[in-house]
């Protein structure tokens, strides 16, 4: 599943910044409906994490956190742009986030959410357009 990006900062020297997303998914059972869209990557405290807006029928809930990421151990900052134009970050775990598991299981009234649940990898592809920070 692709989430374009559509905007965001990111400090090359340590990770810092947001990388926003466009898309998203609809969960539903029953009567219920969520949809979680405009992810966010946030890199700004100690945890990566995504954010996502959450609409639970019809209803805007507002930005909650939803997964944890877990960076690949062969990370390294700073980051270095391949031919000074692409970021690439393969192997980022994505987990479900303990609040999201939480609030998906009293939306659904179910115990089947649960925190730390294996989401998969991630793979962030970011285009620079050229620009790239005097170091």
Same mark, same amino acid.
């Given at each position: 599943?692709?989430?374009?990006?559509?905007?965001?900062? !990111?400090?090359l020297?340590?990770a @810092?910044g /947001?990388?926003?997303?466009? &898309?998203?998914? #609809? =969960?539903?059972?029953?009567g219920?409906?969520?949809?979680?869209?405009?992810?966010?990557?946030?890199?700004?405290s100690?945890?990566? !994490?995504?954010?996502?807006?959450? @609409?639970? /029928?019809?209803?805007?809930? &507002?930005r909650? #956190? =939803?997964?944890?990421l877990?960076?690949?151990?062969?990370?390294?900052?700073?980051?270095?742009?391949?031919?000074?134009?692409?970021?690439?970050?393969?192997?980022?775990k @994505?987990?479900?986030?303990?609040?999201?598991?939480?609030?998906?299981?009293?939306?659904?009234?179910?115990?089947?959410?649960?925190?730390g649940?294996?989401?998969?990898?991630?793979?962030?592809?970011?285009f620079?357009?050229?620009?790239?920070?005097?170091?």
């Amino acid at each position: 599943m692709n989430f374009p990006i559509n905007g965001g900062a !990111i400090d090359l020297k340590t990770a @810092v910044g /947001n990388i926003g997303h466009t &898309g998203g998914l #609809t =969960l539903s059972a029953g009567g219920t409906v969520i949809s979680i869209e405009n992810y966010t990557i946030d890199t700004t405290s100690k945890s990566p !994490i995504i954010t996502g807006l959450v @609409v639970a /029928n019809g209803t805007l809930v &507002g930005r909650v #956190t =939803l997964f944890d990421l877990a960076l690949p151990g062969n990370f390294k900052l700073p980051l270095a742009p391949y031919r000074s134009v692409l970021i690439d970050l393969q192997g980022v775990k @994505v987990t479900l986030d303990g609040a999201a598991a939480n609030a998906l299981n009293q939306a659904f009234n179910t115990g089947a959410f649960k925190a730390g649940f294996d989401i998969g990898t991630a793979r962030v592809r970011a285009f620079t357009n050229g620009w790239v920070p005097k170091t």
